[in-house]
């Protein structure tokens, strides 16, 4: 008999603004590490390419990008390569992208989990958020062989790539808890997602560079998160001009407002999960 | 009762219609709509139609108690175990648990059909709530339980619906909480895996766990469980530890209207100018496997002289018929002439008859010399047959077979080695 130590759960209807429970989303961090493999481990079974799609969809945008922004607009690309400049943008932006995508779908796509068994419900978008690092692994490879291929010198700054990595994690997360919060009531979100990502896209320097912009107005750039993200690569990797400091502090505040309001909507949201998904 | 492990005060659930049920998501643009409506007539009635799922729901439950809720399909039981096991909220009152809890409202929850089985014992266990550690130690015993080593590596796409089902349910079974909250996942599958479950269930109830277990099996709850909770609408109408009481009464509810109906009118009873039936009935009117019971038909005769048999069909509820029994030979009036008046006949059917489940009554009157049928009747009566649980060890699932003879047996040894 281990009663002395048995948990008591109150149950009873929760009003207001409630507690993250973040605590007891580390208890449940194996269902997160398992729903991870599982995403990771699923995502390409019965297809041709496997995982070298995970190298495709960048490389293909990467082409098309240097053919029309690069070659045909002649976007000015800060000196740099076209294909190179927009490649290093590319490979956050695309796990940025996917994370969302897959997170902002997840809590529909789990219904059955929902409506059948207990567990904190954030562990379903983190779960699909972090399930494209797989995948920034697998582009990161090329970026790396392209880096080589045009002779780039890299600096201490590569150190820089790991937080920006876990900044576009943020935010992608942050817009995740959101949309995939509200899909649950509004449907409507299915489609409103991807066009989200794409005006996203064009709002953020991926295909441009924003150092043509002067201060202060480059700093409030930053304000699209994801700007501090692809400008804070392109520095760490491929060494552009000015630092973008004050630009990425920005974005670093902006993604954590972005998640922290994401994650209360998504608790209140919660314990409506089960009845209306 | 020592301790408690379950408490609930006043429990109830408040479902919106229209939205959780039909419905259930809407699009922004009916949001928008009903935000303008709402400015329109700020103090209009806007009240939604509204449903209290289960309301006003209280009990405690000690440890080691194995209590079963019944009730019919809408009564609330599944809702119950879902605020039960946290995965919906209540609307009003609460609940408190003391243990850790394990629901299990479905077998296979989140098996994914790309994944092998092997990974899916590892995702699902995941997902019910097993330490990863927990799976690997019980890993080799939850394989066994569910007889797949062969397909262990296999996706459970390829898997026949048996062996899915053996693998969720083994995982299911390997759970190790104090408290256990079962939904009716013992329905599923054919008569063996019942069976398995069954006995498996019979076992956690055993080792002194809290369990709490929605069933339609009414042979399961009789054999397992040491209480039970009837729900109707919501609302808990027994609670007791005279299990077989609640449980008869349950299922002879409205049952009785079946078992015996009467026309007391001559002119509007069914049948005809010739015949008309006047009343039709089970005596007893609730009877078990082991009971003799009879079946009384009382008819009128409106036109002297009419030679009067009768054909009896009782068919299960699959349809087939088990028995016909005609009066050809009743010694006294088959095939006579009937003066005009009011006559019974009565079929009995001795015990250890017909296995457990409910039987239709079909009867025909037909004419002594061959000339047809008179008049007949299809669904005359409804009835149940209800399972008992004595002699029947470990298994509590449906016993096979159209028919239940008791019969006898006898083992001899022939030869003996040594």
């Known amino acids: 008999m281990s009663s002395a130590a048995a948990p008591v759960f109150r149950i009873r209807p929760e009003r207001g603004w409630v507690a993250l429970r973040l605590r007891e989303v580390w208890e449940y961090r194996e269902l997160l590490y398992f729903l991870v493999w599982r995403d990771v481990k699923v995502r390409y079974k019965q297809t041709v390419l496997g995982a070298a799609w995970a190298l495709l969809q960048p490389l293909a945008t990467m082409l098309v990008f240097t053919l029309f922004f690069g070659r045909l607009a002649r976007v000015p690309s800060d000196g740099i390569p076209y294909p190179l400049f927009s490649f290093t943008a590319l490979v956050p932006w695309m796990f940025f992208a996917n994370a969302l995508g897959q997170s902002s779908n997840s809590l529909v796509g789990s219904a059955n989990l929902l409506r059948k068994v207990y567990f904190p419900r954030l562990v379903i978008p983190v779960a699909a958020a972090l399930g494209g690092l797989v995948d920034l692994a697998v582009s990161s490879t090329v970026l790396a062989g392209m880096l080589l291929v045009y002779r780039v010198e890299l600096t201490a700054r590569v150190a820089w790539v790991a937080p920006l990595v876990a900044l576009a994690l943020v935010v992608s997360l942050g817009a995740g808890l959101w949309l995939s919060a509200l899909s649950v009531q509004y449907r409507d979100v299915r489609y409103v997602a991807p066009f989200l990502t794409q005006f996203w896209m064009f709002a953020t320097p991926v295909v441009y560079s924003s150092s043509r912009l002067g201060e202060p107005w480059r700093t409030v750039y930053g304000l699209n998160p994801m700007a501090g993200v692809v400008e804070g690569f392109r520095w760490a990797l491929l060494g552009t001009g000015v630092a973008p400091g004050p630009m990425v502090a920005v974005s670093v505040a902006a993604a954590l407002v972005l998640l922290a309001t994401g994650a209360y909507y998504f608790r209140r949201m919660e314990k409506t999960f089960a009845d209306l998904v | ?418």
């Open chain 2, 1 to 418: 009762m020592s301790e408690i492990a379950i408490r609930t005060e006043g429990l109830g659930k408040l479902y919106t219609l229209g939205r959780s049920r039909a419905n259930k998501y809407r699009t922004l643009g009916e949001t928008l709509s009903e935000a303008a409506g709402w400015l329109r007539r700020r103090n209009g009635s806007h009240a939604r139609e509204t449903i209290w799922a289960i309301q006003d729901v209280s009990f405690e439950i000690g440890r080691g108690e194995v209590v079963g809720v019944i009730g019919r399909n809408g009564a609330g039981k599944t809702t119950l175990l879902k605020i039960l096991s946290r995965i919906t909220e209540p609307s009003a009152g609460e609940a408190e648990i003391r243990g850790r809890v394990g629901s299990l409202l479905e077998v296979g929850t989140g098996f994914h059909p790309d994944l092998t089985g092997r990974e899916n014992v590892y995702l699902n266990g995941a997902i019910l709530g097993m330490k990863r550690v927990e799976i690997e130690r019980r890993f080799d015993q939850i394989v066994a339980f569910a007889e797949v080593e062969k397909f262990l590596d296999t996706a459970v796409k390829h898997y026949s619906s048996g062996m899915y089902l053996r693998l969720a349910f083994a995982v299911a079974a390997h759970l190790d909480p104090e408290i256990l909250l079962v939904d009716e996942v013992l329905a599923v599958g054919d008569a063996v895996f019942q069976k398995k479950c069954l006995g498996k269930m019979g076992e956690v109830a055993g080792e002194g766990r809290t369990v709490l277990f929605v069933s339609h099996n009414m042979t399961a709850v009789r054999g397992l469980c040491g209480r039970v909770i009837r729900m109707e609408g919501g609302h808990i109408t027994a609670d007791s530890t005279d299990v077989d009481a609640v449980v008869s009464e349950y299922l002879t509810a409205g049952m009785e209207a079946c078992a015996c109906r009467e026309w007391p009118d001559v002119e509007t009873a069914p049948g005809n100018d010739r015949i008309r039936i006047r009343r039709a009935r089970l005596e007893p009117a609730t009877i078990t496997v082991s009971t003799p019971f009879q079946i009384e038909v009382e008819y009128w005769i409106r036109k002297p002289g009419t030679r009067v048999g009768l054909s009896l069909f009782v068919h299960n509820q699959e349809g087939v018929c088990i028995f016909n029994s005609t009066t050809a030979r009743e010694p006294c009036w088959h095939g006579k002439p009937h003066p005009e008046g009011l006559f019974r006949s009565v079929c009995r059917v001795p015990g250890n008859l017909l296995n457990a489940g409910s039987y239709t009554v079909f009867v025909k009157f037909y004419q002594g010399g061959a000339k047809g049928v008179l008049y007949q009747h299809t669904d005359l009566l409804l009835f149940e047959v209800q399972d008992i649980v004595e002699d029947r060890g470990e298994w509590f699932g449906r016993w096979p077979g159209a028919v239940r003879p008791d019969l006898r047996w006898t083992t001899a040894a022939v030869t003996e080695w040594n």
